[in-house]
């Protein structure tokens, strides 16, 4: 069964960065997929960043230009780099992961949840 850890949220002030991390655990990942949603209190969870095993990123047009996704497919990781936060940022996010486990079947995960806390 594959576990997805997430580490890096915290409370910082607006203006400020903070960098998400998730692993995968398990070899030989086929990771087709990677991405980081985000939930406010009273909102419906949403994406906020994702990137293909080829590199193809694409953003919420509120977060353009100040968060970035990344990948390190021999760590099995995604990173969201988030520069330049609001207190609208404040959120739990979460990454997702869809990985290929058989011919034709994609299988999908999340992690934890980490909580991102921005003050103006």
């Known amino acids: 069964q594959v576990q997805l850890v997430e580490s890096g949220g915290g409370l910082v002030q607006a203006g400020g960065s903070l960098r998400l991390s998730c692993a995968a655990s398990?070899?030989?990942?086929?990771?087709?997929?990677m991405g980081w949603y985000r939930q406010a209190p009273g909102n419906e969870r949403e994406l906020v960043a994702g990137?293909?095993?080829?590199?193809?990123?694409n953003y919420a047009d509120s977060v353009k230009g100040r968060l970035t996704i990344s990948r390190d497919n021999a760590k099995n990781t995604v990173y969201l780099q988030m520069n330049s936060l609001k207190p609208e940022d404040t959120a739990v996010y979460y990454c997702?992961?869809?990985?290929?486990?058989?011919?034709?079947?994609?299988?999908?995960?999340w992690g934890q949840g980490t909580q991102v806390t921005v003050s103006s």
């Open positions: 990137i293909t095993s080829g590199g193809t990123t």
């Open positions: 997702q992961m869809v990985i290929r486990t058989g011919f034709v079947r994609l299988d999908t995960y």
């Open positions: 398990g070899s030989n990942l086929n990771i087709f997929y």
